[in-house]
């Protein structure tokens, strides 16, 4: 197929608690690419809000969705390829990442709020409380076919999903090629 822009830079995506660090660490290790954590771009206002249980809004995330395609477009110039851990929960959120870019591919890590709530409950150390999850189900708007994402459940081990996200790829990748 034509046109086809071979994919350097990877998102995986979704809610608190999806494992989107864990499988986007995972991915970029296996594939020998970059590792870009999103939450490494938040200003400490924004950190601040998460902590005291605030909502970000749009207008709070502009400039952070911003320094992260700029990273991005960095690592592009400097030819390397990069998995980016980010919850990339609106299309015009995935949209800024994307720019004007074709070589970005979105994977949706789909996990049922009961199993969120467990591993949210689990984890410590991290700014986004609990408490938070539900306004990110509510900001979440689901990759639709026309995005052409990676939609996989991540409801059990790591290694599971990144197999699950390896194969997709594979697929995806043969299914790219022209006819021999």
């Known amino acids: 197929m034509s046109g086809v822009s071979p994919v350097r830079v ?11 660090s864990t499988v986007g660490m995972l991915l970029a290790r296996r594939l020998g690419w970059e590792f870009v954590e999103a939450d490494d771009f938040h200003s400490a206002h924004n950190i601040a809000l998460m902590k005291a249980g605030h909502p970000l809004t749009d207008a709070d995330r502009a400039p952070w969705l911003q320094a992260i395609a700029a990273h991005l477009d960095e690592l592009r110039r400097a030819r390397k390829c990069a998995v980016l851990a980010c919850s990339a929960l609106k299309k015009s959120y995935r949209d800024i990442l994307r720019g004007s870019h074709r070589d970005v591919r979105f994977v949706y890590l789909k996990v049922e ?27 979440l708007e689901e990759p639709t076919a026309a995005e052409d994402a ?27 090629s022209p006819p021999r």
């Open 113 to 139: 709020r009961d199993v969120l709530v467990r591993r949210l409950k689990e984890r410590h150390g991290h700014f986004m409380p609990l408490a938070l999850l539900d306004s990110q189900l509510a900001t």
């Open 10 to 20: 990877l998102v995986v995506m979704g809610v608190s608690g999806a494992g989107k």
């Open 150 to 176: 990676i939609i996989l459940p991540a409801t059990g081990h790591p290694d599971t999903t990144l197999s699950a996200v390896l194969q997709a790829l594979s697929f995806l990748e043969n299914s790219a």
